[in-house]
Structures are given as C-alpha cells and as structure tokens.
C-alpha cells in the first residue's frame, strides 16, 4: 500500500496491518452466504439470521414527505444533535410508553443509527484494561470498540439452558471489579428472546450494586 504503511495505528496493526490475513466482517460473510445459497437454491424459504438491513421498499408515504422537504431551506444545515421537536418527542415518548419522567431535551442524543451510538458509548468510558461485559452471540459493535481502545471483553454465552439470558452469578469478582459496561439487547438478536421486568430489574440492582453501566440496545 506505500505510503500507507507507516500511517495506520498501531491499535489496527501498525505496519503490519497490509499484511495480516483478510479477514471478512463476520455479517459480510453471512449475507454472501445468504446470496450463494439463494442463486443455488430459488425457491427456498430462508430466515436471515444477518444484520437488520432496510431491505424492504419505504411506504410510499415516507416517500413522498422525504421528496417534499428535501427541498425546503429549513431542512438544510447542520442539525449536530437533531432538532429540538425530535428531542422533544423522545422526551416524550419515554415517558409515555417506559414512564421515564423528568426528562429534558439534554438528556437526548441523537445519531443515525443505534451501530454509531455502539460504537461511541466506549470512547467515553472505556480506559486501558477496563472491561465490557456481553452476551455471546450477541451483535458486536460495542465490544469491537472497546477492544480498539485498549480495553477487553468478557463473553457470557446465551443458550437454551439459561433460556438466553446471562447468568449475571457466573461472574468472577476480578471480572466484575473491572467492568465498566454491560451490554443487553431485548429482543434479542439472534436468539429473538425477549426480556421481562424481572429481567431488567435484575441488571439494574446488579449495575448499581457493581457500579457498571449499563448499555441497552
Ligand atoms: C442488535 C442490533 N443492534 C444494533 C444494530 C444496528 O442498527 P442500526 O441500523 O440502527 O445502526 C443491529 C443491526 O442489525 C442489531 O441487530
């Protein structure tokens, strides 16, 4: 690659970064395999197991509204953190449908999708040898960037035996005294399991008893 070499950090590789095996982004690999077994097979029924991607036609509805105010002048410029009409209404949509009261606009972040917040949420708290606790399968942005910033991931495995929850109690101490994050994600993908109150009520008293923050996606 030339010039290149010398640039790429070291968090990637370094020098070595053109010369590492190639390895295929593990969804790449699944939509390939999706395609290939598609062309061999037409008529086949398959449920894809992939990353969630807007593969369906938007209603023609949203067409429409996307085609009109694409050319309105207030719809130019940058919005860094969305309006504040879409603060508002995430305002009020937590409170309404998860009793979240008390809620102000600073509390709301935007981003254009829930992978760039993923990634994000480590850059802030994610130090050297600090830990990120997640479920195995799980989708992996999150522990992806905590792994570039120095920082390890701890796998819980999700199976049928602990009916795709994470046994919290099988925790060692050590890990626990160095964990900063716990990530869960109902309904679930892949597993397609859902949480209970229970379920969160659990996390909650678990992060707070740890001091571990918790990231729901
Ligand atoms: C569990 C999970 N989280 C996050 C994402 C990323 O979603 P977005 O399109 O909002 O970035 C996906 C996409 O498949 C996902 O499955």
New binding site residues.
């Given amino acids: 690659m030339g010039f290149l070499d010398n640039l790429i950090a070291n968090s990637l590789g370094g020098s070595s970064f053109f010369n590492a095996p190639k390895k295929l982004y593990k969804f790449e690999k699944i939509k390939q395999l999706t395609h290939e077994t598609i062309k061999k097979n037409p008529n086949i029924k398959l449920i894809d197991m992939g990353?969630?991607?807007p593969d369906k036609m938007a209603d023609e509805l949203i067409c429409d509204v996307l085609n009109n105010e694409c050319r309105k002048p207030e719809n130019r410029y940058y919005a860094d953190n969305g309006i504040e009409e879409f603060q508002e209404a995430v305002c009020r949509y937590l409170n309404n449908v998860y009793g979240i009261e008390n809620l102000t606009i600073s509390n709301v972040m935007h981003g254009?999708?829930?992978?760039?917040i993923?990634a994000m949420i480590p850059i802030c708290f994610i130090n050297p040898g600090d830990i990120c606790i997640m479920p195995s399968p799980a989708?992996p942005?999150l522990g992806t960037y905590t792994k570039l910033l120095g920082g390890e991931i701890y796998n819980i495995p999700l199976c049928k035996e602990n009916n795709f929850y994470m046994d919290l109690n099988s925790i060692p101490n050590d890990i626990l005294k160095r964990a900063k994050m716990i990530y869960v994600?109902y309904p679930n993908?892949p597993t397609g399991q859902v949480a209970t109150y229970e379920f969160y009520k659990d996390i909650v008293d678990f992060a707070k008893k740890n001091n571990i923050l918790v990231v729901s996606?």
């Fill in positions: 990353v969630g991607e254009i999708g829930s992978k760039s993923l989708y942005t994600n993908n996606d």
